[in-house]
């Protein structure tokens, strides 16, 4: 009974898994609009000046190389946790160590995002910075469906 009981909960965990990853994928989805929504707020509807453009350019360059690496981490970390609960089948030490591991990554390029945010309104003057605000709070706070 016990070998069974183990199965249905493997099973259980790895439902609930691909349940997580596919709300994540939804999400980033969804965030992807509304980044897309951000930039061309950013770039079509705040008249940058030339000078703001390019520092603009450069803030967007490099984190753009900054994803990439934490993109490579979370991916890193979730391939960990798949290949710990293939192993344990349960939430035992190496599953839990793996989500920690995963959260730390999302935290991660999560700071770096805020980060992003908030070197390029740096870039903005206040009646712009405004409008981007906005835009911001939008993008947080609207539904995935817009």
Do not use: C, W
């Amino acid at each position: 009974m016990g070998s069974l009981r183990r199965y249905f909960l493997a099973f259980v965990l790895a439902f609930l898994a691909a349940l997580a990853a596919l709300l994540l994928g939804q999400k980033l989805r969804a965030g992807d609009n509304h980044e897309s929504r951000l930039h061309a707020v950013l770039h079509e509807e705040l008249d940058l000046d030339p000078g703001q453009e390019a520092q603009i350019d450069r803030i967007e360059h490099d984190f753009a190389e900054r994803r990439k690496l934490l993109d490579g981490r979370l991916r890193q970390a979730n391939a960990q946790l798949a290949q710990a609960m293939e192993r344990e089948h349960a939430y035992g030490p190496a599953v839990e160590k793996a989500v920690d591991q995963s959260h730390m990554a999302m935290g991660e390029l999560q700071k770096a995002t805020l980060q992003h945010v908030f070197a390029m309104r740096s870039v903005l003057r206040p009646d712009q910075a405004r409008r981007f605000d906005a835009a911001v709070a939008h993008a947080l706070t609207a539904p995935p469906e817009e």
